[in-house]
Nanobody, 127 residues
């Protein structure tokens, strides 16, 4: 079993920054961040696998250039640095992990490909 615990959400003004953290109880292979706003489907924000598995990193088009996913393997912690936050970014943000990578195009954006999930952390952006 893998337990994920997010932190770092909060309220920020538009244009501001937040860094989300996700502590995991063990090393995982594929990791990612998803978000879900009220009335909307859960969507992939960013995901990555380690270099040994291809070293790919994906971002949703809506966050490219503003968000950065990273991980500290020594601490088993995943991060999402969010800069230049916009009015369309508020949502519950979830970290997700899987013990193996998915292999088809676009699979990183599919929640079903991640077996383990955190409880979520709320991000609010005020104008």
């Amino acid at each position: 079993q893998v337990r994920l615990v997010e932190s770092g959400g909060g309220s920020v003004q538009a244009g501001g920054s937040l860094r989300l953290s996700c502590a995991t109880t063990r090393d995982t292979y594929m990791v990612g961040w998803f978000r879900q706003a009220p009335g909307k489907e859960r969507e992939g924000v960013a995901a990555r696998v380690p270099r040994g598995g291809g070293g790919w990193i994906y971002y949703a088009d809506s966050v490219k250039g503003r968000f950065t996913i990273s991980r500290d393997n020594a601490k088993n912690t995943l991060y999402l640095q969010m800069n230049s936050l916009k009015s369309e970014d508020p949502a519950m943000y979830y970290c997700a992990a899987n013990l193996s990578p998915c292999t088809y195009t676009g699979c990183w954006n599919v929640a079903a490909n991640f077996a383990y999930w955190g409880q979520g952390t709320q991000v609010t952006v005020s104008s």
